[in-house]
């Protein structure tokens, strides 16, 4: 005996159970319509993202290089005519070493601590710069796979004036263990009559 028969007559519990059964198959087209809406919000926010994914990399390459204004921060001139680009950047200031805009590793004098180093106080491998870069190229990596180009491996070196030959090779020889094997370095141009001082780049390495 069904839990509908007492008090119920055959033809009321049929009604019943009949009910019962449209509310069911309701709930189900019900539940498969929010599902399908659910999958379809879903893609559209995909494709949102993505979209602005691509509009902050070309925004970003607006700037190809970013210099603040600093009293350790002198950039030699030079007469070169080349033209910035967007790459990676390490900043060499008179007191630390920065790539982008994150502080890496503090200076005295122009020199490593010798704790910073692997290898020891006469290695070249800057171990910290090392590590921040390592995390940078694979940035730079996911950026070069969105637009569907090659990682080029390029970065930029914008140095004090006044930064030893010796920081700038360990530099370089640490940055090329990150997979970074093409240098430039940002210079002030050189004005030429009335036109005003511009940043500019030099190939290196």
Avoid at 104 to 132: A, H, M
Avoid at 156 to 169: E, F, G, N, Q
Wanted: proline residues 4%.
């Amino acid at each position: 005996m069904s839990e509908l028969s007492a008090g119920f007559s055959k033809e009321e519990e049929q009604r019943i159970l009949e009910k019962r059964a449209r509310e069911a198959r309701r709930g189900k087209r019900s539940k498969k319509r929010l599902e399908e809406q659910g999958a379809l919000n879903i893609n559209s926010m995909m494709d949102l993202m993505t979209i602005i994914l691509v509009f902050l990399i070309d925004s970003y390459g607006n700037n190809p290089i970013q210099v603040k204004a600093s009293p350790d921060l002198l950039i030699p001139r030079s007469n070169s005519q080349l033209t910035p680009e967007d790459t990676m950047q390490i900043t060499i200031t008179r007191k630390a070493i920065v790539v982008g805009d994150n502080h890496v590793v503090n200076l005295k004098d122009g020199q490593i601590d010798k704790t910073q180093k692997r290898g020891g106080e006469n290695s070249l491998y800057i171990q910290p710069l090392f590590d921040k870069l390592t995390e940078e190229v694979s940035k730079h990596k996911q950026m070069a796979a969105l637009r569907k180009q090659p990682f080029e491996g390029v970065v930029t070196i914008v140095a004090d004036r006044t930064t030893p030959y010796r920081l700038v090779t360990e530099v370089m020889y640490t940055a090329g263990q990150a997979q970074l094997s093409k240098f430039k370095f940002a210079i002030v141009k050189n004005p030429q009559g009335k036109s005003k001082k511009k940043a500019a780049a030099a190939e290196g390495g």
